[in-house]
Structures are given as structure tokens and as C-alpha cells.
């Protein structure tokens, strides 16, 4: 990848400032992303942030600023970087609608934990509540979707606010910081006494002290449990606990099963991974959280789409929950034994006292539902006796080509669920896409920053012919950056998801889900990114192979079944033992 | 069961938590029936008192949420028979009235209300107790002209609080102790499962 460093020769690069030297406001504010170590700034400037943007023309050669097409793009890529590099991403917009435009990209990191500091210009502090030039009320439109939001209207206050917001961001549950930042403070100079990074808030406790009786009690009904199940979710990744997590599935021979944030902490293919959960998850998965005896969820927040009916969910089970959020604990599924704290903790206390074990009959039965669903749904999806292709089709070649090896991004809909369901990986922070929130549009500018968060790794995006044509303009931002992510459009000329519905709950009427595209290839050719569109079987495999082998960024565009459904499926309102499967 | 519940929050002074705490009520339209910000016994540290109509699971959810608001210390909830309250309320009445009629002094008499201001036009007076209180002041008051009636929001101090002092000594700590973090609610719990044996 290449930053445009037109002016490098005419430029000094910055250096440190030293201590109780006079810097701006702006100044300080990199400085805090420098010692943050932040390498990466998804950004587009504006008049109420420029005294920022104009620090950063000196910066250059220590951060590399990402120039998207749109701020929810930037948040986006922001998200995206965050997840795959396991790190904070940092996200610039100006005042007024570029601040706005954070706001989707806001909501879906609040809802996913997502762990972002977003940095926003403001009016002058004198203008303030006057409806002034690009004027929004940032701080109380955003407060409802950020872990903590803060408006600086003083330079001096910059390093510690920016302290704060790293360590806001990624401690405890992770979450969306927000700085909202008045232009006065930005060009203010002030006596700059360093940077000192934060660790501790006393208001704040992100790290609950974990109780032993409550780790001992959890062993107790595990050690006597007979048909215990374990339901992971994001909470392995964001505690960079897989190490830890697999040690225990492995000791306590659970069959484990995910939720879509948590796919990919364990590896698809390790023999006690079940599956996924939830209303298009796997079969077994659903049914059997409605027989196990003991349900471990770890890292998981019980939503309503992985519950199914909660008045009909594990009833029969008495539950172990492992949170570092106590809000979560009891919120939608009562706790029998709830083991607060930060699961990289509680997860090796846990695995010392379980006893190791196998259950090999209650693992066959996973297999037997397996097969059933392999016969019903798997099979026939991934081998259509149809001309057209299948989603499944497209993702088992996929992964014939990228071995599991690839971070896969998701946008929104029918694709999303097949990709989670048939998509392998390896290894963990590979799955990237907007689980809670759901927001389309997600996948395109989310690759970009998945590419930036782990540029040694194949970044395929997974998209819809409706997705895409949501967040396309950041085709320029890969075009402009020659960012080498490959885009893989699932089209089947219908917004699926939606079709799907009415056509199983309202009676077929197709209202407004027929929507057309344009060439996408042509698209992605005027902006310089090579492709092609496949439309017959035979050419699948070498288009793929094209798209993975071609060097730098690549659109393929594979047509696929426009009345497909995604199944098993557990209509909204039925319990999970309700799932059908057809 | 829905019944009556005072929230008593320790909070940070920070500009915008007053909101961070009113939209965890409002987005699950929640209507909050009084709301009180004030200082606390200790220099910086705030006290929010919020009064709702809910049920214990919903209060007990809405406490977690408080809580995980960064700025915030601890959040409480309680039962009326939990806290001593009260509530002031201020009453406009024209004087004429009250000076010519024996029978309003005697109400006003009765209900403990001091006179704050006497004009000739009209007279202000002050009541200070429980709800039903100053609101049944408003009714007999109502017959003789009551022009203007506003009451404040609740104060509660909990019966069983020992303060705040040590507890913020504890989070002043790197490493604070067992009791401060929110262990009050897991010791409860061992009530909440008999059938286990905990």
C-alpha cells in the first residue's frame, strides 16, 4: 500500500515536541496517537477539523492517513482495522454532517464492542449552541452509541482526555470513544507537559475482581453435568483468550458452539466445534441447547437472535455465564452460576478445576442432527441440482482456494448467513461483520480496514448485490490507496434476506426487494480495479482462483439463485427447537 | 410487580451525565417520576436521585446500566421503607383569601406549610414531607384560589448507608477491595438459587 506523500521532499517530518514546550492543540492530539502507537487514521477533513488535518501534512511519515469517501466508511475501515488487528482504531471527521455520518458506524461498534477512539472537529467554542456553520450537537447525538464521548473546548486538556479515551476504548467491554474537539482548542498552544498514559479511572472499573466461589461453584456443575454444551461469542476474541478458551474446551471435551462474533476463536474444523448458533446456525447447535443439562456461555450477550423465544430457551438448563460486563449477567437469560471478569482470567482458573472428560454419546448426538442437516440443507446447497449457482457453492470453493486461511468480511443479509455457516478459518480476528446492528453496507469499507489491521493476510469481502451499492464509493478509497482486498459479490438481483421473509411470512409479496445494479465489473474497472462477473459453474473455480491470485485489489461478481432461501431457519418468535429445516 | 423505587446515584461532575443517565430510562420508555441532582457528602463527588414506578427486575437491570456508565461510582436502589425522603413543594394563594378565612390557616396549620413570602396580593407558602402530603395540600387548598403549585423532587438518604467516604477511598485505589466492586449484588444472589444448594 502506498500513502500519496506528494510534498515528502518539501516536508520536515515532525519531531517530538519537548517537555513545557508550546504546542497546539492539534499537535497534542497526534503526539497521543503516536505514543498510543496508532499506525493507522481513517479520515476525511473539513473546516471545523482542519487546524488537525494541517498538524498531520507534518506527520506523515509516522502515521498513515487512510483518505475514505465518506465518514461512515471511515468508521467503518476503522471497525475493520479493530477487529482484525485487535487494536484501537482511529477514525477523523469534521463538525456538523461529517460528524453525523459517524453515527451508524457509532452504533454498530457500541453494539459489537468494537474498540475505536473517533476524533471529530467542532465550531469555534464561542459559537457553541448558535447554530453556527457545520454545527451539530455532537456530543448528545452520539451519547446513546458511544462507550464514553467527550467535548474539549481547551487545548491543555487534550493529553489527558486523549489517555482517557484509549483507555476507555479498549479496557473492560470494549467500545466506540468519541472526542469532539472545538477548532479554538485545536490552534490554542499550550505548555505541553507529554503524554502519560492512563490506567486507572476511579469511576471506572472495567475489570471486575473475580470471586473463587463462583469459579469452584461453576466447576462443581460441570464436573457433574452430563450433557454440558459451551456457546462462545466475542468475548474469547476480544479478551485474546482463544489460547485459553481451546485449553478448556479441549480439558472439560464439550461439544462448543458460536455465535457470529465469536466465529473464528476456534478453529471450524476442531473436532468439538459444533457449530453456530442462532436463527441460521446449525441444527444440533439449536435443538440441543433446549436438552443440554449445563450451558457455559462465554463471552456471549444471550441476543434475541441466537435466543430465539426466551420464555422457551434452555429452560432445562442450569446456566454458567462468563462476562467481564456485569450488565449482561441475567439481562435476557438468568444465570445459575455467574463468573464475572475478564474471561483470559476466569478461563484457566476454570480449566485447573475441571475434571477432563469425554461424552461421547452426547457428542453423537451433534452428529446425528449433523447429518440430518447435512442431508436436508448442506448437501443440496452446496451441490444444486439448479444451473444457477448457490451461495454455498461459491463459499465451498472459496474455501477449497484459501484453505481457511483468509479473513472473511460480511456485509448484511442472506450472503452473511451463508458465509458464516460455511466459510472455514484457522485462525482467530478472521471473521469480520456488523453482527448486533445488522448495518449493510458494512463489508466494503470494513475490508479496507481489515487489510490495514493484518496486511500479511488474503482480505475477502463478501458482499450483496444491495450491500455493495450502499458504501461502493469506497472503491476510490482502494483505488486511491491500492488497497489489495478482493470483493466477492453474491448477486441474486433481489435484496435476499427481506425476500426470503415476505416470501415465508407475508405471502410472497415482494414489496420493493427487486433491486437492479449496475455493471459492477465496469464499475470497478473505471475505478482502475480489475474483475470480472461468472455466471455459469464452469467458470467459478478459475474466476475465483483469478481474484485470489490477481496482485492488488479485484471485483468478482458471481450470480447466484434469486429465490434461495437460508435455512435451517428459527422463525422470529419460535423456540430453537422449533428450527426447520426446509 | 410494579412498585415504587428510589435510585440513588454517586456520580463524577461531568457535563452530559445527567443525559447519559436520563436515555437509559427513556429508551426503554421508562417515565422517571422525579429526578434530583445534588452534591454528596464528599467535595466533587454527585448525587443523583431518581424515583420510577417498575418492577424489581427492571430496576435491577437499569442499576447495572447506570453503573457502566464510566463516570459513575455506585448506583443503589431501594424501597420507600428502605430511605428517609422527602419532597418540598411551594403554594401560591391570594392573601385576601387566606386572611379572611380562619379555616385556611388552620389547614395550612395542619399541614405544616410556613409562610415564605406575605405580599398583599398574594402569599407563598412552603410545605415540606412525603407526596401524599403536599399533594393533599394542593386539594384543600384548591377551593380558595390556588394560583400557583410546585413541588421539587424527591431527597432520600438510605437507611442502611454508611456514607460514601470509604467506599471512594477504595476506588481511589489501584486495587480496590472485594466490597467495592459490585460483589453486593453476587451475595444476594446465593438466596436466588436454593434449588442448587449454594
Same mark, same amino acid.
Given at each position: ?582 | ?48 436521585? @431518581?424515583?420510577? $414506578?417498575? !418492577? ?11 453503573? #457502566?456508565? =464510566? %463516570? *459513575? /461510582? ?43 413570602? @406575605?405580599?398583599? $396580593?398574594? !402569599? ?11 399533594? #393533599?395540600? =394542593? %386539594? *384543600? /387548598? ?57
Amino acid at each position: 500500500m502506498t500513502t500519496q506523500t506528494l510534498n515528502a521532499e518539501i516536508q520536515q517530518p515532525a519531531e517530538t515536541p519537548n517537555p513545557l514546550q508550546e504546542v497546539s492543540g492539534s499537535v497534542a492530539v497526534l503526539e497521543a496517537l503516536i505514543a498510543e502507537g496508532v499506525d493507522t487514521i481513517f479520515g476525511y477533513p473539513g473546516g471545523a477539523i482542519m487546524p488537525i488535518y494541517d498538524a498531520l501534512y507534518d506527520y506523515n511519515e509516522k502515521i498513515e492517513h487512510i483518505l475514505v469517501r465518506h465518514e461512515q466508511g471511515g468508521i467503518h475501515a476503522g471497525q475493520g482495522y479493530a477487529r482484525t488487528s485487535g487494536r484501537v482504531g482511529v477514525v477523523f471527521a469534521t463538525s456538523g454532517p461529517g460528524a453525523t455520518n459517524l453515527v451508524t458506524g457509532l452504533a454498530d461498534a457500541q453494539i459489537d464492542s468494537t474498540p475505536l477512539v473517533c476524533i471529530t472537529g467542532q465550531v469555534f467554542a464561542h459559537l457553541l449552541g448558535t447554530d453556527a456553520f457545520q454545527e451539530t450537537d455532537v456530543i448528545n447525538i452520539t451519547t446513546p452509541v458511544t462507550k464514553w464521548n467527550y467535548q474539549v473546548t481547551d487545548a491543555s486538556e487534550i493529553p489527558e482526555v486523549m489517555a482517557k479515551a484509549f483507555y476507555i476504548a479498549r479496557s473492560g467491554r470494549p467500545g466506540p470513544v468519541l472526542i469532539d474537539i472545538t477548532k479554538n482548542a485545536q490552534l490554542q498552544k499550550f505548555a505541553y507537559s507529554g503524554y502519560t498514559p492512563c490506567n486507572h479511572i476511579r469511576s471506572y472499573r472495567p475489570k471486575p475482581i473475580v470471586r473463587k466461589e463462583y469459579v469452584e461453584e461453576a466447576a462443581r456443575l460441570i464436573n457433574s453435568a452430563e450433557k454440558p454444551f459451551i456457546l462462545f461469542g466475542q468475548g474469547i476474541i476480544l479478551g485474546k483468550a482463544e489460547k485459553e478458551f481451546k485449553q478448556f474446551v479441549e480439558k472439560s471435551g464439550i461439544p462448543a458452539a458460536w455465535t457470529i462474533m465469536g466465529l473464528s476463536a476456534l478453529p471450524t474444523d476442531h473436532p468439538q466445534n459444533v457449530g453456530m448458533l442462532g436463527m441460521h446456525g446449525n441444527y444440533g447447535p439449536n435443538v440441543l441447547t433446549n436438552e443440554c443439562d449445563v450451558l457455559i456461555a462465554i463471552g456471549m450477550r444471550f441476543d434475541d437472535r441466537v435466543t430465539g423465544r426466551l420464555d422457551k430457551y434452555a429452560k432445562q438448563a442450569k446456566v454458567i455465564h462468563l462476562d467481564i460486563d456485569p450488565a449482561e449477567i441475567d439481562k435476557n437469560v438468568k444465570a445459575t452460576v455467574p463468573v464475572w471478569g475478564d474471561c483470559k482470567e476466569t478461563l484457566p482458573m476454570l480449566t485447573e478445576l475441571i475434571e477432563q472428560k469425554v461424552y461421547p454419546q452426547w457428542l453423537e448426538k451433534f452428529n446425528e442432527f449433523r447429518n440430518q442437516e447435512e442431508q436436508i440443507c448442506i448437501q443440496p446447497e452446496k451441490n444444486p441440482d439448479t444451473e444457477i449457482m448457490s451461495m454455498a457453492e461459491v463459499l465451498e470453493a472459496l474455501n477449497e482456494l484459501t484453505n481457511g486461511d483468509a479473513v472473511i468480511v460480511t456485509d448484511v443479509g442472506q450472503h452473511q448467513m451463508v458465509a458464516c455457516r460455511y466459510a472455514k478459518f484457522n485462525a482467530s480476528k478472521s471473521n469480520v461483520t456488523s453482527g448486533g446492528l445488522g448495518t449493510m453496507g458494512f463489508a466494503l469499507p470494513a475490508a479496507i480496514g481489515a487489510k490495514y489491521g493484518a496486511p500479511q493476510r488474503t482480505v475477502v469481502a463478501i458482499i450483496g448485490d444491495g450491500g455493495f451499492q450502499m458504501t461502493l464509493q469506497e472503491l476510490g478509497t482502494i483505488m486511491q490507496f491500492d488497497v489489495n482486498v478482493k470483493i466477492l459479490i453474491l448477486n441474486n438481483e433481489f435484496l435476499g434476506m427481506v425476500r426470503q421473509w415476505q416470501q415465508l411470512f407475508h405471502d410472497r409479496r415482494y414489496s420493493f426487494v427487486n433491486i437492479t445494479s449496475p455493471d459492477f465489473v465496469m464499475l470497478a474497472k473505471s475505478y482502475g480495479v480489475e474483475g470480472q462477473k461468472v455466471a455459469q459453474r464452469e467458470g467459478l473455480k478459475a474466476a475465483l482462483k483469478a481474484m485470489l491470485e490477481h496482485n492488488g485489489s479485484y471485483l468478482l461478481e458471481v450470480m447466484v439463485g434469486r429465490e434461495n432461501n437460508v435455512f435451517p431457519m428459527v422463525p422470529q418468535g419460535c423456540s430453537v427447537s422449533e428450527i426447520r429445516l426446509q | 410487580m410494579k412498585q415504587e423505587y428510589t435510585i440513588t446515584v454517586y456520580t463524577e461532575n461531568h457535563i452530559g451525565l445527567l443525559n447519559r443517565i436520563a436515555i437509559i430510562f427513556s429508551r426503554r420508555k421508562i417515565n422517571i417520576d422525579s429526578l434530583n441532582t445534588s452534591p454528596s457528602e464528599i467535595e466533587g463527588i454527585h448525587r443523583f436521585t @431518581i424515583v420510577i $414506578d417498575e !418492577t424489581e427486575e427492571v430496576v435491577h437491570k437499569l442499576v447495572r446500566q447506570i453503573e #457502566k456508565q =464510566v %463516570e *459513575v /461510582l455506585k448506583a443503589y436502589y431501594n424501597t420507600p421503607e428502605e430511605i428517609v425522603w422527602q419532597e418540598m413543594a411551594l403554594y401560591k394563594v391570594p392573601t385576601d383569601e387566606i386572611a379572611e378565612k380562619v379555616k385556611v390557616e388552620r389547614l395550612l396549620r395542619q399541614y405544616g406549610a410556613r409562610a415564605v413570602v @406575605i405580599r398583599k $396580593d398574594y !402569599t407563598v407558602f412552603e410545605a415540606t414531607g412525603h407526596r401524599e402530603e403536599t399533594d #393533599k395540600l =394542593v %386539594e *384543600v /387548598l384548591a377551593p380558595y384560589g390556588l394560583i400557583e403549585f410546585v413541588r421539587t423532587a424527591r431527597v432520600a438518604i438510605i437507611k442502611a448507608s454508611k456514607g460514601f467516604h470509604d467506599k471512594l477511598k477504595e476506588f481511589e485505589e489501584a486495587e480496590p477491595g472485594e466490597e467495592v466492586i459490585e460483589n453486593e449484588y453476587l451475595s444476594q444472589r446465593e438466596a436466588l438459587f436454593p434449588d442448587t444448594g449454594y
